[in-house]
């Protein structure tokens, strides 16, 4: 997941940062903004987030419907790894 600072509805945007870096499969602008705070606070962070739109140009169209089961989804995959995983664990997965 590649992140930035602004919202983007452009494919070609998307396609620029493929060519950059092959494996990226979405952008992302918030896990950006928790990447800094984070590092600014020198603290641990994760980013769970599930895909509700696809910078396609049709953002407006297809993002009111996604949204509330994206954000339901990211949630409850949250929630799950919380119940899954004890505090030794954490430590270890947030050691890196």
Known sequence: MASG????DDPSV???IAQLQDDA????MEAYA???AADLMNTKWMVIKTVQDF???NKAATEGDIRPF????SAKLLD?????????????IMKY
Do not use: H, P
């Open 70 to 73: 994206a954000a339901y989804s």
């Open 5 to 8: 600072v602004v919202v983007v």
């Open 80 to 92: 799950i790894i919380l119940e899954e995983i004890d505090a030794d664990d954490w430590e270890k």
């Open 14 to 16: 998307m396609e620029r």
């Open 25 to 28: 499969v979405a952008l992302d």
């Open 55 to 57: 910078a396609d140009g």
């Open 34 to 36: 928790l990447a800094a």
